[in-house]
């Protein structure tokens, strides 16, 4: 069983606010990736890095910006929620020499309103 | 990335094995075969991957034909929580630049009780 976790699972937050997504990780995996997903919809990749101090952008545009201070830890900022924002945020994690074995948490569902 | 090409639907008897097919009529040599799944709601799970030799893991069985343009994940005894999208993704194990899994729209299978 993957051990790779998000919190919250579900989120309602209204305009404006700022939230940050968790994800976490005790696999000691090095690649760490976000993706967004609509209901019924195809994953997209909006965030992924190799390791410590590395982050990239994936190929769906996302206002998002992401951090990685720690192997294990891979958070999501939004700085200014809106609803255009309102999807589901999967978090994943590979080790360093295969990307395509990929470990993904549960998501979160976030709703702004 | 090779495309592949899934049929959007089956149906299978709770017990009797589930046989999905992929085809990948472009792969290219240094290409394997990957199948995921994903149960409503819930992030992406990695069931097998495989190059040319046929796989078996736990989960479930991966027969890619001699010509490699095509393959079947066969679940040998399906049951209701084998209910879910399954996805059939063809790439380069060790690729550069984005790791962005695509994941297309996949068969969505459902276990009939």
């Known amino acids: 069983e993957a051990d790779i976790y998000q919190t919250p699972r579900y989120l309602v937050i209204g305009t404006g606010k700022k939230i940050t997504l968790e994800c976490s990780q005790t696999m000691g995996h090095d690649k760490m990736y976000w993706y967004q997903q609509d209901p019924g919809m195809e994953l997209h990749l909006i965030h992924y890095s190799y390791g410590v101090n590395s982050t990239e952008k994936g190929d769906l545009s996302s206002e998002s910006t992401v951090s990685r201070i720690r192997t294990e830890h891979f958070p999501l900022t939004l700085e200014s929620a809106r609803p255009s924002h309102t999807s589901q945020y999967l978090c994943a994690s590979s080790e360093s020499d295969s990307y395509n074995e990929q470990f993904f948490g549960p998501g979160t569902r976030l709703t702004v309103l | 990335d090779a495309k592949t090409t899934q049929p959007p639907s089956m149906d299978c008897a709770e017990g009797r094995a589930a046989n999905l097919p992929c085809n990948h009529s472009t792969i290219s040599g240094n290409e394997y075969v990957y199948w995921y799944r994903q149960i409503h709601s819930q992030g992406p799970q990695y069931i097998i991957h495989?190059?040319?030799n046929n796989e078996t893991n736990e989960m479930a069985s991966l027969i890619i034909t001699e010509d490699r343009k095509s393959s079947t994940l066969i679940l040998p005894h399906a049951t209701l929580r084998d209910t879910a999208v399954y996805y059939c993704?063809?790439?380069?194990?060790?690729?550069?630049?984005?790791?962005?899994?695509?994941f297309g729209t996949g068969t969505r299978l459902t276990v009939i009780p």
């Open positions: 495989g190059l040319k």
């Open positions: 993704i063809v790439r380069a194990r060790f690729q550069t630049g984005a790791n962005n899994l695509f």
